[in-house]
């Protein structure tokens, strides 16, 4: 039955897959891929060779799925939703665009971002921990996305006629993923010059410069935040360690970039110069989250501390006191994040992600009472929080208000439906009442998202065997679909 492997089974790692970049570039290496570039055909065709819009987007969407089935993606709505919001605000300054941008958060600490083909850009959890301000990540998205309208990947793809889509992936994988000496080593002399291929030129890189200074000026974006990232980045200890951003240290005029970008900067009239406060308290919440629950423990407890320290604005000190109770309760040392926790909620009662963080703390220590008090908050402080919803299900769920938690985990799907824990939660409470075909798919999806090959096997057979009407059957369908995408990726 679905309820005991349900509740021998629930020691899932959420953070604890630490894949490195040339794994997944020797698993790319290795894997058959399900589909083929797609013919160009008709005005397309004429207009981009033999590289079309629609064999971008298809290589764009095999790339994202190959991610999302190799690597630990950030699944928290609110910071997702937040660099959605920013690529959004980059394209106003665009001309119009043949596909939309999509953005994923990739939990690693490599100081990186990137852009492929048909709009998907990735960023690494390192990248956004290291940037002073949200200007600073918007210059340097900027960039990446100005690789993707000036077709620079596209074009030398164009050029290359015995070039695959399975090299081609591979070749994309270390050229954003991994380091040179051992993506050589991997790949092979052939896939290795593909790679060298995709590499960005000078002209290409001088081009996503003035080109993304451009769409970060025609939004209300501080244009200077592109240089000043480059600059962050330029830092000694960005420079020596291994996480140096790959659209860096492939070209060393650096600083003669960043030259040219100044010159034009002092060019152009008009341009917001002053920090906006209240966004600069929006990037401050969304780093803290990410510092507080993917950064590494140490350096960012002394970030943490070395900022209550230093005392200042109420509402940034918060936060602070919120990003180490995440340290705290990761180190499951309850009794201070209980207090870091406290001290943050205190401090800004009216945040509806310090209170949501705080239910979640204790809801997960077992202090009901409070958690239902800060997550009853929360909900109705922003009812599109789909994380503090989430918990607030299983808050409904554990007090038997079985259809109410239905409801929600039903809704929440709606918007995330990649997240493998909804999907457990969600069948948990299928199958207390009773709706045993439904609950064994979405146990199926939940393990398919986590990529466990053989859990998921068995419980998309155990939902066939229940699978009668003709819209369960339909459901089946939609599952397989989506499981032939992903499941070509597997080991």
Request: proline share 3%; glycine share 6%.
């Amino acid at each position: 039955m679905i309820k005991s492997i349900v509740s021998q089974n629930r020691q899932r790692r959420t953070g604890g897959c630490k894949f490195t970049a040339l794994l997944l570039l020797l698993c790319l290496l290795f894997q058959p891929l399900p589909l083929e570039l797609l013919e160009p055909q008709g005005a397309e065709a004429a207009l981009f060779g033999e590289f079309t819009i629609a064999d971008e987007a298809k290589m764009g969407k095999e790339f994202d799925i190959l991610v999302r089935s190799r690597l630990p993606l950030v699944q928290d709505p609110e910071i997702i939703a937040y660099f959605e919001g920013m690529a959004q605000r980059l394209t106003k300054g665009m001309p119009p665009q043949p596909f939309e941008f999509k953005v994923s958060i990739i939990r690693h600490n490599a100081i990186n971002a990137f852009a492929v083909p048909g709009g998907y850009i990735f960023i690494h959890t390192g990248l956004i921990t290291a940037m002073s301000d949200e200007a600073q990540v918007a210059g340097v998205l900027a960039h990446e996305m100005a690789h993707v309208t000036q077709r620079h990947i596209a074009g030398r793809i164009e050029k290359s006629q015995a070039i695959t889509l399975l090299s081609t992936l591979g070749a994309l994988a270390g050229a954003f993923l991994g380091g040179e000496a051992g993506t050589a080593a991997l790949m092979g002399s052939m896939a290795a010059g593909q790679a060298a291929l995709l590499n960005y030129s000078r002209a290409d890189e001088s081009e996503a410069d003035q080109v993304g200074l451009n769409y970060l000026a025609a939004t209300d974006y501080r244009p200077i935040g592109m240089t000043q990232a480059f600059k962050i980045l330029q830092r000694p200890q960005w420079i020596t360690g291994s996480n140096f951003p790959s659209y860096l240290s492939t070209h060393p005029a650096i600083a003669e970039r960043i030259t040219d970008v100044d010159a034009r900067l002092k060019r152009m009239r008009d341009l917001k110069s002053n920090l906006d406060e209240r966004e600069h308290l929006e990037f401050l919440r969304i780093q803290t989250l990410v510092r507080g629950r993917y950064a590494d423990y140490e350096p960012s407890v002394q970030y943490f501390n070395e900022q209550i320290r230093k005392g200042g604005d109420k509402a940034a000190l918060s936060l602070d006191y919120m990003g180490l109770g995440l340290l705290q309760a990761r180190r499951n040392q309850v009794l201070e994040a209980t207090a870091s926790f406290k001290r943050a909620v205190e401090g800004n009662p009216g945040d509806p992600v310090i209170i949501r963080e705080a239910g979640i703390f204790h809801y997960l220590k077992g202090n009901r009472d409070e958690a239902v008090k800060l997550l009853s908050q929360a909900v109705r402080l922003n009812s599109r929080d789909y994380l503090a919803l989430f918990y607030y299900a299983r808050l409904l769920e554990d007090s038997g208000q079985q259809v109410q938690a239905l409801n929600y985990y039903k809704d929440i799907l709606r918007y995330i439906p990649e997240d493998w824990e909804v999907h457990q939660y969600y069948a948990q409470a299928l199958s207390r009442t009773n709706q045993m075909f439904m609950a064994n798919l979405h146990m199926a999806y939940s393990f398919m998202y986590e990529n466990n090959v053989k859990k998921t096997a068995q419980f998309y057979g155990q939902a066939q065997k229940l699978a009668h009407s003709e819209q369960e059957k339909a459901e089946l369908e939609k599952f397989k679909l989506t499981y032939a995408e992903r499941s070509a990726y597997w080991n």
